[in-house]
């Protein structure tokens, strides 16, 4: 019988196992772990729901704008599902590890309909020790006063990754939002020339053991200049030097992507999948 996690107060009974499981697969659980361990599994301060099948331990699924399977079998993922399809829909993909997202998959696709892209294929990867090569020194923080010239960059990245533009909707006020809190948090990294954005990359996730790169993107008409390989040495060595383990994950039919962060030194730990669904 599934249980919800997060419908008891703070959750105190459940918090040192959920936290075991996390730290059993850092990379691959960072996005959410870097949630539980700031809010506990409260699920209003979390941003959703933890849900588990009998034991924590074995299953485990973040339930929120995201949803996330960290842990569990192909009977599991098929619970996980029947809990999700017996509810509306609140997240707008399902991302995580490719053999337990892509079952899930399976299972709810008649529920909730065709999916918008299927991303089967995603490698995850991870930096253990220095950058391979030289990070870039013109590579830095960007700052609030930044924000004007950084939003051009992250829009073109956010409408060439994701398929749909950011400011659609409100205009761009809710995306602008959450880079300024990003910008604050001091995971956004750029290398501007005379003011434009050449480089930028966010750390999108950031657990107590790994930081999550996100959004790498090069001007295009800088493209092949070896910046992209330098400003993600930057952004990893940014991350080292706070004790974490730099990652990420990129889609297998991006080569040149995939080719540069082999040179950055990062190698493939895992696989993930990503299900567009709104």
Not at 39 to 46: A, D, E, Q, S, T
Not at 49 to 73: H, K, Q, R, V, Y
Not at 208 to 215: A, D, F, H, L, T
Request: proline content about 7%.
């Amino acid at each position: 019988m599934l249980k919800l996690l997060g419908d008891r107060p703070l959750g105190a009974r459940d918090a040192p196992v959920v936290e075991r499981v996390m730290a059993a697969d850092p990379v691959a659980m960072c996005m959410v772990a870097a949630r539980f361990e700031t809010h506990g599994i409260n699920p209003r301060l979390l941003g959703g729901e933890l849900w588990t099948i009998d034991d924590p331990t074995t299953s485990l699924c973040f339930s929120g704008a995201n949803l996330i399977p960290l842990a569990g079998s192909a009977d599991d993922m098929e619970g996980f599902a029947d809990r999700a399809a017996s509810a509306p829909r609140v997240c707008s993909s399902i991302v995580g590890r490719a053999e337990l997202v892509l079952p899930f998959w399976d299972r709810v696709q008649p529920c909730w309909g065709p999916a918008r892209e299927v991303r089967d294929n995603q490698p995850l990867m991870a930096l253990t020790g220095a950058p391979a090569i030289t990070p870039d020194p013109l590579v830095r923080l960007v700052t609030l006063d930044d924000l004007d010239a950084y939003l051009p960059a992250a829009v073109d990245m956010f409408i060439g990754e994701v398929g749909v533009d950011p400011c659609a909707g409100d205009g761009g006020r809710s995306y602008r939002r959450r880079l300024a809190s990003l910008v604050t948090a001091q995971r956004v990294f750029a290398r501007f020339d005379r003011g434009e954005v050449v480089f930028k990359a966010e750390i999108g996730s950031l657990s107590r053991r790994v930081g999550q790169i996100q959004g790498v993107w090069v001007a295009p008409h800088r493209r092949g200049e070896g910046l992209g390989a330098a400003g993600t040495a930057a952004v990893a060595a940014a991350i080292i030097s706070h004790g974490r383990t730099p990652s990420l994950y990129v889609n297998s039919f991006n080569l040149p992507a995939r080719a540069v962060y082999r040179q950055v030194g990062f190698s493939e730990v895992g696989t993930f999948a990503t299900v567009l669904v709104d």
